[in-house]
């Protein structure tokens, strides 16, 4: 299996074999930074912002540097062609002309993803919206692993804006699936979103414990005093090569253990419109008292940056704070994956794992849609028709294969009703057995009764909700 | 004959031959991108963009890169020292120290023309506001010659903004000069502007006919209703070098034979003040309905991009659909030019044409000036005197050298009054015999009589219109 | 001594020898500039631009290019993270550990001192508010040296705003230490400000003298007419390399002998709030009837550019205009700068100077502070303490180290008064004899009496103005 002209849009299309061989070449590359000059040399990398970010940027552009490739850069794209209308299909496919390789930041949710679709180039994610930003967390799992030796059986304290923050939803998930425990301690108002919770226990093993905050002493300290409860969850990593699964014990125990990183995060102000003093009131803030506490000993201390005032300057020449190096070290990973997305190196993966199975695809040009208005397929639907992966049927459950929502249609029908007589184009609530019965390829899934009428189906006996046997009115 | 250290402002700035050895040179380097990369190593492109563009600015630094030179970079540089007073000069002159080749776009026409003035170095217009965009000209034509394999004697409809689009008016007169026939197809309102059309039939033999929309009834649908007739245009090339002259043949027997190429542009939105939902209304859609016409059997879909509506998506799996290859083909062709420019490759160009001569160029500090505000040269008036092409004598018409807008000045006066008494310093008007007589390098042409008398000028017997002999008052 | 690593934020970074190392090897690349593509291969300049500067940032990475090396570019950055309300310290470590060497321009008066003290690698000063811009300065001096064959001894006149224009201040500095005479020639209004005057008066041994506009007829013609007398510095450099002292000579002496250069400068447009009719009455305009004075027979024309309207377009093509000359030696320059402080490039400096002593510097949490609104270490309070040079003690003034502003507290103390006991807690005045007395390690200084007690300090009984012995009260 290679990463040759694969593309990276979320953190799942790499599997933890993968990013661990990610993470070798990166390793070898920040020993020898001067000496990478001719792998990628000759080749073009397009970074196209339309967000501005020149953190990530700069580094997605020095690291193609110190591969000796060369770069082509939109930043702050609004103002140009995009403004006249185009849409990010057009766009993808004409700079996948000039170029080797993408990297785009854009404010819809599954933009990447379109750009994906269309560029012919591999297209690598660096934000999208609200949605994901994986190579932030690929240099946070590097810096864990570089620090730690390893990341399973970590634990791991999220501090902070949980709602609003992309890169903490991405780390989570990996963190989970490469074997970490996370204990969530949220800014009031910013605690981690059910659908992340739900994606954490459901798929990937994990166990919810609401926890008292005097467990945490250090902690408890810095969320507001209304917040009687921090919210941690263990995992149970589900993967087959992970020998020794948690168990059920207790907070205690583990704390005892200690945390290996707070990983802190500024609020989103761009993402919000709460007033500025409202939000600093509550917003917990590390520093050096914080890090008093026994059970922080040895714990790193993260931050994707860039921070403002959730974690103190007099912090940062502490010896447990490694935010810098953390930063530093996103351009030798950034180089380890650009360099094999373009195939110029190739780290041997011998050991494929037995991937999980792919949940089916439904995809229609009407009937169920995605309900985030800040989806880019939502944006895009002149081009784009609704796609989702069937991720559940009961109860059946659509998630958008671009920005990752999810949506519940009510109503199905089988685009085999034309082969019998017309009398037979039914509709039926998605609750009855008949969902069984409908072939995957063949479903078809309505948004409401309505919509299912204006496309010409009937309600079947099945179409009233929990009613086992109908009439057809 | 050599390009080295030359500009492109204009496409008249290349002669045929010229053109068809930038396409040779752009073939060899399409076929071997990754082979050019010591071309022009150690070079320095200045990519200068006045008006955002990302798709060309993209394509010429691309280019750049793929020849193994370097880039420096000005975007949106409204906000820069242009903003705090500075000339296109000094800014030409400063910057032409620091690279060896400069793209420019700016939003004045001319403004490349004045670039190349002060530079020292190559200068490519890359878009002057309403006048050129040579380069886009360049891939065009190329991607009709790959596809077609000659533009003499293609039929091409152009369909869309003719009025505000800059490419199109480029593109006639290019086509136009290779002998390609031309058919008109606008939205209302944005029928090709007179002195396109006057352009095309006076310089380049071009003949005029109105058909009948129902002579080619797909595009007609195109057309708002009202609209009865489309405008076409048949060239007959003029230049030696093409053996077959296409007579006076009928418009049927053309359409017979197919539309070679549909060439669409959106609405130049961003140069009008139209209300978006009157424009929609009844600017012409392309889509698969439109290209079921017999007359489109064989015909290519072009689109310079961005597009917004007036294409459909559900065209781009078409396999006539060539646009989002025309918009790759760019990378080589200008990868072609910029070598050639900068010296770096030289393709031998033995057959030199026999030029059409030049007109007779008119520079004065007062007197006749250009009338179109957005002219570089007008806005740039306190350091560049207006200067003219006199491109006819009946009825005299100066040709701006920079936007090319033409202007009819009705008092004239020689230089040489000085050499008699004072007496004899008068102004006759520019219809009297006194033209023919007066040494061109000795004309002086005024906007107005008191203009004329403003510099010191009496009226003559022949300062009154049409009159033979007039008195001194 | 070796420029290698090390920073440039003011000219007085560099000693005179030094300067005179980098013009030396700027002289070599510029005959060989297209030899120069291994010196800096597989690095990585950072070229960060605050404020927008189109011209000053394409010099730098034009230079950066032609030393083969690569560049990353984050302009106009008001819109990104630093928007987030990233500190200056956060950006300049992230960055730094992705390149090799930084150039920054930012609208706060000692923004890259702050820079250069986080970054890590060598920081270049491209202009922080109305501070410095030492390399503009440095190829000013390139430029003078190039074509008069040294600096000592030249006469140079500055011309226009010498209040706001920062790149005249550094200039007026680097002429003095290099024995230059200068004759200020301001715009109604643009004075050259006083602590400029003291600055050159105290530091560099100049002497200050107004002379009758008269005495420079050509000049005085172009100040307003209120304006009766031009002001004078002749310097008497004081380093002791330089033999010949100018001593008191007068006025129509040195003119006799002519003005070397003419420095022009545009207006500040941005850093003023005067409407444009008021300012364009008074302002000096240089044009060919300036220049037909005999003391300007061999004067160099020079200018920082971009130039408005006080230069006229007619004195472009005059021999003695090298403004355009003095703009492309730019590139040179910095590539001298950039290959020495990235250690690519050395030259041999055997001669060291004895430098002038350093001032002692004066740092503490409390107390004195800078009073410069738009002073970096002011904005960026949260994580920087005042700091200061103590430049004299009579009377006392503190230099911020960042923006160079002097303040003068009125009340000191010393941190020993706890060896002693509590009623040891006392403040003097400073112009006590007491702080004679306090080592100067030890010393406190505060604002204000109230200042001092809000920090347990009582009153001594020299406490009180000019009283040799006051009371504890």
Redesign the interface.
Known sequence: MSLTKRDLVTVDDLSNKEIESIFSLADQMSDTL?EQ?EVC??K?M?SLFFE????T???F??AM??L?G?V???M??K????????SI???A???G???DIMVIRHPWEGAAKVAAEYAGIPVINAGDGGHEHPTQTLCDLFSLKKEKGAIDGLNIALCGDLKYGRTIHSLTYALARMGASIIFCPGDGYEIPDYVVKKLTEEYGGELRKIAANDVPSLAGVVSGDKAELDALYLTPSTPHQPALLTDIGMRVDLKQGVDALYVT?LQ??RTNTSDDDVKKSYPVIDKKTLKGKEFKETLVMHP?????ELA?EVDSDPRSIY?KQ??R??PVRMALISMLLGAKNIEMPDVEAGKASPPIYQREFGARCHNPNCAAVHEA??IDPKFAIVNFKPLTLRCVYCERETQPKYMASTKWHQGTIENKLYHNVQSHLLAKIDTSNMLFFESEEDAKAHGFKPSRFAEKGKKGGTDQ
């Open positions: 001067y000059s040399k000759g073009i397009a501005p970010s020149t953190r940027r700069l580094s552009e020095a540097h110190r000796g060369n082509i850069t939109a702050d794209v103002a140009t062609s995009l403004a006249k209308g185009e299909a057009d766009m496919r004409v700079i002309s000039y170029a500024r102000k761009e940056l860039p921070r403002v005032d300057y810098f930063a530093a996103g351009v002149r081009y």
